[in-house]
T-cell receptor, first 114, second 114 residues
């Protein structure tokens, strides 16, 4: 596609439910990032993929958070047993190589846990 | 400039004035830097980047200055326009290391008054 695509754009879920957020990176981009942004805050790094492997998962806040990437393309971020503090905008970005190259962002998924 | 507090630093300028947004980065090993612009409800968009072998780089109406001695980055916007109103983030990366992630600053909210 022309840019990074994320779905859904908005998600409202009840506390305790699991959610899956999807990211379609730019075709051919080997690096994929997930970030979280709370209202009025900066971008908090969650996880980085190079191809299908994740050399850096250091930003995942708890074991309720997991992510996978298949075929070197689509990535899914899963949050189990959601909590209210998980409410945020989840942003995905991709880049051609990863290190020292520009990352392109999607529009984000706004997650609200009620 | 950047802040570690909960509220974004803000900069308010008059249309037509020049704007300077500052960023203090954290990692002395970082050698690649990007400025992103984030409009309300959208993902961050690339503005300009600079590598550590340079101390200045110019784009269209924007200039980035890098001072590695004091780990400081600035973004200058010439003849600021209402469409420049957004949150501006700096990001840093170590292109030659194993740390692939882009680390973002907290952001600065720029408001342009007509």
């Amino acid at each position: 596609g022309a840019g990074v695509s994320q779905s859904p754009s908005n998600k409202v879920t009840e506390k305790g439910k699991d959610v899956e957020l999807r990211c379609d990176p730019i075709s051919g981009h080997t690096a994929l990032y997930w970030y979280r942004q709370s209202l009025g805050q900066g971008l908090e790094f969650l996880i980085y993929f190079q191809g299908n492997s994740a050399p850096d998962k250091s930003g995942l806040p708890s074991d309720r958070f997991s992510a996978e990437r298949t075929g070197g393309s689509v990535s899914t971020l899963t949050i189990q047993r959601t909590q209210q503090e998980d409410s945020a905008v989840y942003l995905c970005a991709s880049s051609l190589m990863g290190q020292g190259t520009e990352a392109f962002f999607g529009q984000g998924t706004r997650l609200t846990v009620v | 400039g950047e802040s570690v507090g909960l509220h974004l630093p803000t900069l308010s300028v008059q249309e037509g004035d020049n704007s300077i947004i500052n960023c203090a980065y954290s990692n002395s090993a970082s050698d690649y830097f990007i400025w992103y612009k984030q409009e309300s409800g959208k993902g961050p968009q690339f503005i300009i980047d600079i590598r550590s072998n340079m101390d200045k780089r110019q784009g269209q109406r924007v200039t980035v200055l890098l001072n590695k001695t004091v780990k400081h980055l600035s973004l200058q916007i010439a003849a600021t326009q209402p469409g420049d109103s957004a949150v501006y983030f700096c990001a840093e990366n170590v292109s030659g290391g194993s740390n692939y992630k882009l680390t973002f600053g907290k952001g600065t909210l720029l408001t342009v008054n007509p």
